[in-house]
T-cell receptor, first 112, second 114 residues
């Protein structure tokens, strides 16, 4: 059974740029959730995708957007990057929207 | 607003001792809690969960206690080992508006001294 994978591992961008982060869900899982974890903080929910539709969103501006593909993998896109977007971005997958979430190792984004 | 939070940011224990990590919550209607362990460079990993109809739940070397009267839960790790060094979070699922949104506390860094 393959776990949740994320790419890239690390990424450096400058303010104003756009970034795309990728997540492959665990085999058999159809739901993907994205979280932002600032240094020294707990993860904060960004949004969840279930069967290719956004299924709940946290307190993040519209410049944070996402996609889920037919194979249940997912992308997180962030436009107009700000310095405060520097964080670890975690993807979690689950079978169904209400079940246990399994986290990937995250993508470390640094915005300069 | 409602929140899930922790009392202490760092806990240092000697190898072999028991560790206790605390968590407070503010929503009296909360009925389900999860403890996660996050090792350096990794995502959070499920440890144990508890529902509000229980006061205590035990796993392998871990016990979670829930005190609904004072809205407090704790994670106890028996015979702490170096591999237990990590950040521990309590989290609460939120199903409002569809989906399962986990709300995490700030976390407690557990350091195991040899």
């Amino acid at each position: 059974e393959t776990g949740v994978t994320q790419s890239p591992t690390h990424l450096i961008k400058t303010r104003g740029q756009q970034v795309t982060l990728r997540c492959s869900s665990q085999s058999g899982h159809n739901t993907v959730s994205w979280y932002q974890q600032a240094l020294g903080q707990g993860p904060q929910f960004i949004f969840q995708y279930y069967r290719e539709e956004e299924n709940g969103r946290g307190n993040f501006p519209p410049r944070f957007s996402g996609l889920q593909f037919p194979n249940y993998s997912s992308e997180l896109n962030v436009n107009a990057l700000e310095l405060d977007d520097s964080a670890l971005y975690l993807c979690a997958s689950s079978w169904g929207e209400d079940n246990e979430q399994f986290f990937g190792p995250g993508t470390r984004l640094t915005v300069l | 607003g409602e929140s899930v939070g922790l009392h202490l940011p760092t806990l240092s224990v000697q190898e072999g001792d028991n560790s206790i990590i605390n968590c407070a919550y503010s929503n009296s209607a909360s009925d389900y809690f999860i403890w996660y362990k996050q090792e350096s460079g990794k995502g959070p990993q499920f440890i144990i969960d508890i529902r509000s109809n229980m006061d205590k739940r035990q796993g392998q070397r871990v016990t979670v206690l829930l005190n609904k009267t004072v809205k407090h839960l704790s994670l106890q790790i028996a015979a702490t080992q170096p591999g237990d060094s990590a950040v521990y979070f309590c989290a609460e699922p939120n199903y409002t508006g569809g989906g399962n949104k986990l709300t995490f506390g700030t976390g407690t860094q557990l350091k195991v001294e040899l």
